[in-house]
Structures are given as C-alpha cells and as structure tokens.
C-alpha cells in the first residue's frame, strides 16, 4: 500500500498530559522518521502542542481520549 500522507501525528489524550507521536517521511514511501513528546494539559502547553506540530509540517492528526476534553483544548484547536 502506498502512503498518502507524509507528514502525521497521534494525540494520546490524558488528563494531565498529551503523548504526541508524529510519523514523518520526505517522499511518500520513503523512510519513516519517528518523533515522541510529552505536553502538559495547561494552555501554554496545548500552545507549545500546536507550535510543535505545525513546526514539523503535520498535516493530519488523529485523537484517542477516554476522559473528558476540556474546553480549553477544544479553544486552542479552533484558534480561540
């Protein structure tokens, strides 16, 4: 199967923190680079998030959380 997206991440969403993994690769096909980081569930933290992830291109983001989201993340993913 051909890759589609190059650039991707995976938020695990706690409720006190947010595991980001981002899978990135140059070309489609090409080799996959793997990046790990852990934010806190602060504002400033869900900032440095989105920093992170548009500083590494991403472009599609997947979600797992089995508590509630706060509405402050729900904010910061809208831009307000």
């Known amino acids: 199967m051909e890759a589609q997206v ?9 409720k006190d923190e947010i595991v980001a993994c981002v899978r990135s690769a140059e070309v489609p096909g090409g080799p996959v680079q793997v990046r790990l980081h852990t934010f806190g569930a602060t504002t400033r933290e869900l900032l440095a998030l989105r920093d992170w992830l548009t500083s590494l291109g991403v472009t599609r983001v997947g979600m797992e959380s089995t508590g509630v989201i706060r509405r402050r993340r729900k904010a910061v993913r809208d831009g307000g």
Request: proline share 0%; glycine share 12%.
């Open 6 to 14: 190059t650039r991707c991440a995976g938020l695990d969403v706690h």
